[in-house]
């Protein structure tokens, strides 16, 4: 393999395909990245065996080839080279050399027929949607995904495609975040699949600002996102995520409307002497009184109380929380004011963005 690229053309792939390259892997050969010349483009694959990247650019002529080298020491030399410069790469034998003005690097090389092979299986279900509905889909969403759980279908995203409805649905067992956007066609079939946490931060890294449409190729054991020059496929989790319409709380009688920022800064305050590891505060709003009081207290008994004005409907209501879950909530919410609505026996609240109906989260009260 030789050719020649202007630096920040190989700059860009690199930089994408570098996030699903572990630091330190049990198989070598996954520290590298897969570089591939043929038919006048350069194709870079990165994996960690459960989510893979394939960026692809111009390259022009050149000898078409394949080789693995380590892609932590690959960007950090391109990085590192001089703006707007062209790079010179040739393997010989096992090595890849790189030129560039009066620098030279050597790096060592894998086989490649030892780069483990993705396969994405037969495609069932093809979707097409705004990148930007993805993109918002996932963000809002993905901070309630649990990390490390037993129960693994919760260690990922659900995206559940059902009529012309997408719903993106992300829960660690304590709260829920649910994100709904119908779209203009149906899809062809109903379908609900996990994506891995890892898989659903890469993708949100990739969609970016995107506006374009995406295209998800869902095959039974992966899906495969086409964003134009990058590629990601992910391994799904298997398993059945649990029915979250069933959490979703019905027979609110108790409606609350607060300021975002003013009870955004007042949970920041009041949770500064909580438990450390709980983060436990009291919510209580009297009747009748149109305010709402935050109070914590911690072993050493260090006490804060806020009071927060807010419009109420209905009677009132004392409750415990864990304050980063409200926090979580309502810095995802974009309007001015948010709604928290309760169950006549409190023992789940639903949060609102009082503008934007498509997100909704439901966070279930602690003991204290």
């Known amino acids: 393999m030789k ?36 038919d006048g483009r350069v194709e870079l694959t990165g994996t960690d065996l459960e ?26 030399i391109f990085r ?25 690097f050597s790096l060592a090389t894998l086989p490649v027929e030892n780069y483990p092979a993705f396969d994405s299986g037969t495609t069932e279900l093809e979707v097409s949607l705004p990148g930007e509905t993805l993109r918002q889909a996932l963000d809002k969403t993905l901070f309630a995904m649990a990390q490390q759980d037993v129960r693994y279908y919760l260690n990922g995203l659900l995206l559940d495609f059902e009529g012309s409805t997408l719903r993106a649905v992300a829960s660690d067992g304590h709260r829920l975040a649910l994100f709904q956007e119908t779209l203009p066609a149906p899809f062809a079939n109903n ?7 890892k898989g659903v931060l890469e993708l949100v890294r990739l969609l970016g600002d995107a506006d374009d449409t995406v295209i998800l190729q869902i095959s039974p054991n992966t899906v495969r996102v086409n964003l134009g020059s990058v590629v990601f496929s992910a391994k799904l989790i298997e398993g059945r995520f649990p029915d979250y319409q069933r ?38 709003v009297p009747e009748g009184e ?19 004005a807010l419009e109420a409907e209905g009677g009132g209501v004392s409750v415990g929380f864990n304050a980063g879950y409200l ?20 023992n789940s609240c639903l949060i609102e963005d009082t503008v934007d109906t498509r997100y909704k989260y439901v966070v279930m009260p602690m003991r204290l």
């Open 191 to 197: 379908r609900q699949i996990i994506v891995p946490r």
């Open 80 to 104: 590192l080279l001089p703006d707007h410069s062209e790079v010179r790469v040739e393997q010989r034998d096992d090595r890849l050399g790189i030129r560039c003005g009066s620098s030279r």
């Open 327 to 346: 926090l979580d909530a309502i810095g995802h919410a974009d309007a001015e004011h948010v709604r928290l609505s309760f169950t006549p026996a409190a």
């Open 247 to 284: 959490v979703m709380p019905r027979d609110l009688d108790r409606h609350y409307r607060v300021e975002r920022d003013l009870f955004r800064g007042a949970l920041s305050r009041v949770s500064v002497l909580s438990l450390e590891k709980q983060k436990s505060i009291s919510l209580e």
């Open 290 to 308: 149109g305010v709402m009081i935050l109070k914590s207290q911690n072993i050493e008994h260090e006490e804060a109380e806020e009071r927060v």
């Open 3 to 38: 050719f020649a690229i202007a630096r920040e053309t190989l700059l860009t792939p690199l930089s994408q395909v570098i996030g699903v390259v572990e630091k330190r892997q049990t198989l070598p050969i996954l520290s590298n990245v897969l570089m591939r010349l043929s």
């Open 51 to 76: 989510v893979q990247l394939v960026a692809s650019v111009e390259a022009g002529s050149g000898e078409e080839g394949a080789v693995t080298v380590p892609a932590r020491k690959l960007l950090d």
